[in-house]
C-alpha cells in the first residue's frame, strides 16, 4: 500500500515554477539541487501548492496552477513607503533592486527591496517579489515519510 500525502508526513519534490501571462521563463526550480523537503500541513510552502499536493502518492507527477491568493497574496500598495535617505546606514551603497532587510513595528524582520531613488527619498516595496503573481509548478513526488516527533514539534522538515 503506496503512502499519501497528509498532514504530519515530510515530502520531499523537484519542482520548477514559472509565472503566469510570462513568459515561460523558471524563476525557480530544484532542478540539479536535492529535492525539497518540507512538513505538510506545517504551512511550510505556498497554501495552494500544499493543498495540490495532499493526497498525492511517492512518484506523482504534475502542474498546479496557483493563484495569488493562495500563493504570495495580492500586491499591497501600502507595502510601498517613502522613506528618507537617513533611514539607511550611511556607508551603504543604495540602489534599486537591492534587497535588505528591515525591522518591523513589533520587531519582526522584513524583506523590502528599494524600489527606486530620487534624491534623498528611496522608495521601498516591502512586498513579496512574486506577490500579485499566479504561480505555475511543475512537481514531482520524490518520496514521502512519517515526519519525526521533533519534526513535528519544530513544525518543519530537518
Same mark, same amino acid.
Given at each position: 500500500?503506496?503512502? /499519501? *500525502?497528509? %498532514? !504530519? @508526513?515530510? +515530502?520531499?519534490?523537484?519542482? @520548477?515554477?514559472?509565472?503566469? #501571462?510570462? %513568459?515561460?521563463?523558471?524563476?525557480?526550480?530544484?532542478? #540539479?539541487?536535492?529535492?525539497?523537503?518540507?512538513?505538510?500541513? =506545517?504551512?511550510?510552502? +505556498? &497554501? !495552494?501548492? $500544499?493543498? =495540490?499536493?495532499?493526497? @498525492?502518492?511517492?512518484? =506523482?507527477?504534475?502542474?498546479?496552477?496557483? &493563484?495569488?491568493? %493562495? !500563493?504570495?497574496?495580492?500586491?499591497?500598495?501600502?507595502?510601498?513607503?517613502?522613506?528618507?535617505?537617513?533611514?539607511?546606514?550611511?556607508? =551603504?551603497?543604495?540602489?534599486? !533592486?537591492?534587497?535588505?532587510? &528591515? /525591522?518591523?513595528?513589533?520587531?519582526?524582520?522584513?524583506? #523590502?527591496? *528599494? &524600489?527606486?531613488?530620487?534624491? $534623498? +527619498? +528611496?522608495?521601498?516595496?516591502?512586498?513579496?517579489?512574486?506577490?500579485?503573481? /499566479?504561480?505555475?509548478?511543475? *512537481? $514531482?513526488?520524490?518520496? *514521502?515519510? %512519517?515526519?519525526?516527533?521533533? $519534526?513535528?514539534?519544530?513544525?518543519?522538515?530537518?
Amino acid at each position: 500500500m503506496s503512502t /499519501t *500525502i497528509g %498532514d !504530519g @508526513k515530510v +515530502v520531499n519534490i523537484h519542482y @520548477k515554477l514559472t509565472l503566469g #501571462g510570462g %513568459d515561460g521563463r523558471v524563476v525557480d526550480s530544484s532542478e #540539479g539541487r536535492d529535492p525539497l523537503p518540507y512538513l505538510h500541513g =506545517a504551512g511550510n510552502i +505556498v &497554501a !495552494g501548492l $500544499e493543498t =495540490a499536493l495532499a493526497g @498525492k502518492s511517492e512518484g =506523482a507527477s504534475f502542474d498546479v496552477e496557483v &493563484a495569488p491568493a %493562495d !500563493g504570495y497574496g495580492a500586491r499591497q500598495e501600502e507595502a510601498v513607503q517613502n522613506v528618507p535617505r537617513s533611514a539607511f546606514p550611511p556607508e =551603504a551603497e543604495l540602489e534599486a !533592486g537591492l534587497q535588505f532587510q &528591515a /525591522t518591523g513595528p513589533d520587531g519582526q524582520p522584513l524583506m #523590502g527591496m *528599494i &524600489a527606486s531613488i530620487e534624491g $534623498e +527619498v +528611496v522608495t521601498v516595496d516591502f512586498n513579496h517579489p512574486l506577490a500579485g503573481e /499566479t504561480l505555475l509548478f511543475s *512537481i $514531482e513526488v520524490v518520496s *514521502i515519510r %512519517d515526519a519525526t516527533d521533533e $519534526e513535528q514539534e519544530q513544525g518543519h522538515a530537518s
